[in-house]
């Protein structure tokens, strides 16, 4: 079974602080994905990555940055929390690029920023 | 890329077949179907996908219509677990994760 694991399950930071959020996948998957999910907005993608060190942006990258330096993980950093920043964040997973292959998803970070 | 169509909420009796349907009328040749469901407070959890033939795995069965213009989930005997918002969506051929789009899903509630 693929795991997606993501470092915390709930979060609570200050406006201004430097945020991580860590997702490690153990399943050799090349694609990772960081999304936001808010009431009424669904899913909204964010960041994602095709292979170390490469990343590309999605619909919502401002305010955020990503790092990938080793395969298995996909940071998430919120440079400066702003309240508006508040939301469930979700990492996902996925073998290839192939419309055959399921996307993977952790369980999800709770971010409250105050 | 098809966009999917559920509706918003359904209710179904516990140890009952729950049925959930799923329009994707614009959906092109070669796009996945896929369901997704989210249980409160936690991740969206894969279910099951399909192409255009009907698929069954432990969690549940895909019925697609000839036309693929729409689908239908079955849970065969829901339980009490089975609650959950459950998302039809549509695979685009050229991407992988970075171009799914998740509606607003159905939100199932299994009854005792």
């Known amino acids: 079974d693929v795991k997606v694991t993501q470092s915390s399950r709930y979060l609570v930071k200050r406006t201004g602080e430097k945020v991580f959020l860590e997702c490690v996948q153990d399943?050799?998957?090349?694609?990772m994905f960081w999304y936001r999910q808010d009431p009424g907005l669904g899913l909204r993608l964010i960041y994602f990555?095709?292979?170390?060190?490469?990343?590309e942006k999605g619909d919502i990258p401002e305010g955020y940055s990503v790092s990938r330096e080793k395969k298995e993980r996909f940071s998430l950093i919120l440079e400066s929390a702003s309240t508006n920043q508040t939301s469930m964040y979700l990492c996902a997973s996925i073998r290839e690029s192939s419309y055959n292959s399921p996307l993977h998803f952790g369980n999800g970070t709770r971010l409250t920023v105050t | 890329d098809a966009k999917t169509t559920q509706p918003t909420s359904m209710d179904c009796a516990e140890g009952r077949a729950a049925n959930l349907p799923c329009n994707h009328s614009t959906i092109s040749g070669n796009e996945y179907v896929y369901w997704y469901r989210q249980i409160h407070s936690q991740g969206p959890q894969y279910i099951i996908h399909g192409l255009k033939n009907n698929e069954t795995n432990e969690m549940a069965s895909l019925i697609i219509t000839e036309d693929r213009k729409s689908s239908t989930l079955i849970l065969p005997h829901a339980t009490l677990r089975d609650t959950a918002v459950y998302y039809c969506i549509v695979r685009p051929a050229n991407n992988a994760g970075n171009m799914l789009t998740f509606g607003g899903g159905t939100r199932l509630m299994v009854k005792p």
């Open positions: 990555s095709y292979d170390v060190k490469m990343k």
């Open positions: 399943m050799d998957h090349e694609n």
